[in-house]
């Protein structure tokens, strides 16, 4: 199995993958409707990941919903202030003044209305004068008989920001499609929405194995780690707008098939780490015989299986994907990366389908073992150049969580020198 010949390609192992999971999440998919209020709530539960709109929302209103002031200014008709030169100023009476939430009345022509930002333009009037271009250039105490002096004219619609300018009643606000990220959650709520159709994220069983798991915040006996795998894919998984039930099961067949039994009904796939290597506990290979167990000629991640389960109870089975990705805690989130992320995020559309890519030379030289496509942990120097995060090791999670770099060196390369440029993608 570990032979260099025997190894499926990295790229043929992501096509299967896709192959398999994305057409099983594409026929599992739900539509709910749901008010913008509980999108919102559901954007504050950071493990439900962002919300993707299904159908064209359309505005209930005008954004602005009335022409409205963009200055602190005076309101006033363009026409009076026609003739205003510095030698020979228009002088206005004031009138009341308008703040932001009052209706004020019509102004008449002759006049100028002290109007703050936001405030509504009164009937009549169609142009403001910024505070600061009036003489004087502060507003008169409220009540006080005023005069307001313009030495110059102003444009009809100068600082008015007209209703509908944004976008006008019935139009689509946010087209579907669209991740209901904080700006569309603020239009769809100020554009008067009730209620969007969003797609219902897909869930996911994630199962952490290894009977030397112990879950975060409990006491660590001798020989025992945390469950990091549980956390780590979790929230990669809500990244890409995935929910997720998560279980730790140790190296016993019998309780990897309990909880396989017991899945939530709406589960769309199954995800594991651990057992798949072949030491003498690997639950999931020895458990899951129907999927395909092999190597991938890719360090970290080479062992990995991939498959169809069963799930649920025995009078009401259903036949999920199963991705499984080794429990070496590198290992599992580079194969995320390089293999699922992409498919979850084309699935649910709630991000980018790829990292950001990028290309850049050495920092220093690197060695990786010819027949293996090697992802290394990196970051760029302040000379933009790309240096590693600690060694290849697939246990180095600490490395991980400092690097901001997946770095790769494809098979056929077993050195590299410092200069020679290489392929990465952002991971952060
Ligand atoms: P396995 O793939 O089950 O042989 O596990 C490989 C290595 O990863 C072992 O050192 C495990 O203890 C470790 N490991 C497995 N699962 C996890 C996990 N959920 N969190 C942290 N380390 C893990
Ligand atoms: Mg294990």
């Given at each position: ?426 991971i952060r």
């Amino acid at each position: 199995m570990d032979h260099e010949s025997s190894r499926r390609p990295l790229a043929d192992h992501a096509r299967a993958l896709a192959t398999l999971v994305g057409p099983a999440l594409a026929s599992a998919r739900r539509t709910l409707s749901v008010a913008p209020s509980a999108v919102l709530s559901a954007a504050r539960d950071a493990a439900s990941g962002p919300r993707v709109l299904v159908t064209d929302a359309a505005a209930a209103t005008h954004l602005p919903g009335f022409d409205n002031s963009q200055m602190d200014g005076y309101a006033v008709r363009a026409a009076d202030l026609a003739g205003a030169t510095p030698s020979d100023p228009v002088e206005l009476p004031v009138t009341a003044p308008v703040p932001a939430g009052t209706q004020p009345s019509p102004l008449g022509p002759g006049a100028a209305a002290p109007v703050m930002t936001g405030a509504p333009i009164p009937d009549g009037a169609d142009a403001v004068v910024k505070i600061e271009d009036a003489d004087p250039p502060a507003f008169p105490e409220p009540g006080a008989d005023a005069t307001v002096r313009f030495s110059t004219p102003v444009a009809p619609g100068a600082f008015v920001r007209r209703a509908g300018s944004d976008v006008a009643a019935g139009d689509v606000v946010v087209p579907a499609g669209t991740p209901l990220g904080p700006a569309q959650l603020g239009v769809l709520v100020a554009a008067g929405v009730t209620e969007v159709d969003v797609a219902e994220p897909p869930h996911v069983l994630l199962i952490s194995t290894g009977s030397e798991l112990v879950a975060a915040g409990e006491p660590l006996g001798p020989a025992q780690l945390y469950d990091a795998n549980g956390a780590m894919l979790t929230a990669a998984l809500a990244q890409v707008g995935v929910r997720t039930t998560h279980r730790v099961v140790p190296d016993d067949p019998a309780a990897l098939r309990a909880v396989l039994m017991d899945a939530p009904e709406d589960v769309a796939l199954v995800v594991t780490s651990g057992g798949v290597s072949a030491g003498a506990y690997e639950v999931v290979r020895q458990t899951l015989t129907d999927a395909w167990f092999g190597h991938v000629a890719v360090q970290p991640g080479g062992p990995q299986g991939l498959g169809t389960i069963a799930v649920g109870p025995v009078e009401a089975r259903r036949e999920v994907p199963l991705v499984a990705f080794p429990g070496n805690p590198v290992s599992a989130l580079v194969s995320f990366e390089l293999f699922l992320r992409p498919v979850l995020a084309t699935a649910t559309g709630a991000g980018p389908t790829l990292r950001p890519r990028g290309r850049g030379p050495l920092a220093e030289p690197v060695d990786s073992p010819a027949h293996l496509h090697q992802v290394r942990r990196g970051r760029l120097d302040a000379d933009g150049r790309v240096e590693m995060v600690g060694g290849p090791g697939s246990h180095l999670l600490a490395h991980l969580a400092a690097a901001t770099l997946l770095v790769h060196v494809p098979p056929g390369v077993a050195h590299l020198d410092e200069g020679d440029d290489v392929d990465y993608w952002e991971i952060r």
